[in-house]
């Protein structure tokens, strides 16, 4: 697994670096959460995605720049009724 310490923020490069070192020497296949199907084939690819955006800052597919288009469906901030 490719190395994270040239991220563009190092707290999460060396988080991504101690990750990839856990996921590294587990059997290909292995599951890693039984309930929720969470195997080492997801996290291999979370790293790999993440590695491939680490200088970026963002995701660059259609599908992300398609989603950073759109105008939030609702506000960030839920709104109250005042009286």
């Given at each position: 697994m490719a190395a994270?310490?040239?991220?563009?923020?190092?707290?999460?490069?060396?988080?991504?670096?101690?990750?990839?070192?856990?996921?590294?020497?587990?059997?290909?296949?292995?599951?890693?959460?039984?309930?929720?199907?969470?195997?080492?084939?997801?996290?291999?690819?979370?790293?790999?995605?993440l590695h491939a955006t680490r200088l970026a800052g963002s995701v660059d597919t259609p599908a992300a720049a398609a989603a950073a288009s759109r105008p939030a469906s609702r506000p960030s901030v839920p709104i109250t009724a005042r009286d």
């Amino acid at each position: 697994m490719a190395a994270f310490d040239d991220s563009a923020d190092p707290e999460l490069g060396a988080a991504c670096n101690r990750l990839a070192a856990w996921v590294e020497p587990l059997p290909a296949g292995a599951v890693i959460d039984q309930a929720g199907g969470l195997a080492e084939q997801d996290l291999a690819l979370i790293l790999r995605h993440l590695h491939a955006t680490r200088l970026a800052g963002s995701v660059d597919t259609p599908a992300a720049a398609a989603a950073a288009s759109r105008p939030a469906s609702r506000p960030s901030v839920p709104i109250t009724a005042r009286d």
